[in-house]
């Protein structure tokens, strides 16, 4: 049974600094192209970051290239956001999502344009206030 468990939200003033951590059991993260996705209040969900299987591609949201970052730790199974520079305005509900293999160009990843199982985390409320 494939399971997505997101930590590391929370309240976080503007210009601080956050780190997501979505930890998978029943899978090998090493094998799912992973991704972040955030839902603000009254908004759709949107793409925010990916880190494709394939040759460890990275891919962001306009909105925060430079400020968040992804990455992985096949050790601890672990995929993270490293955010920075948070604005009031990625105040949202954060989910991460596995897809296995790789999806090869960004647009298939942040919008999820994928054929097959989307394994989705419950989310963490990350607020951005001071």
């Known amino acids: 049974q494939v399971q997505l468990v997101e930590f590391g939200g929370g309240l976080v003033q503007p210009g601080g600094s956050l780190r997501l951590s979505c930890a998978a059991s029943?899978?090998?993260?090493?094998?799912?192209?992973i991704g972040w996705f955030r839902q603000a209040p009254g908004k759709e969900r949107e793409g925010v970051s990916c880190l494709d299987i394939e040759y460890d591609k990275t891919y962001y949201a306009e909105s925060v290239k430079g400020r968040f970052a992804i990455s992985r730790d096949n050790a601890n199974n672990t995929v993270y956001l490293e955010m920075n520079s948070l604005k009031p305005e990625n105040t949202a509900v954060y989910y991460c999502a596995a897809v296995h293999g790789a999806l090869s160009v960004q647009y298939r990843c942040l919008q999820l344009q994928v054929v097959g199982t989307i394994n989705w985390g419950k989310g963490t409320l990350i607020t951005v206030s001071s």
């Open positions: 029943g899978i090998g993260v090493n094998h799912y192209t």
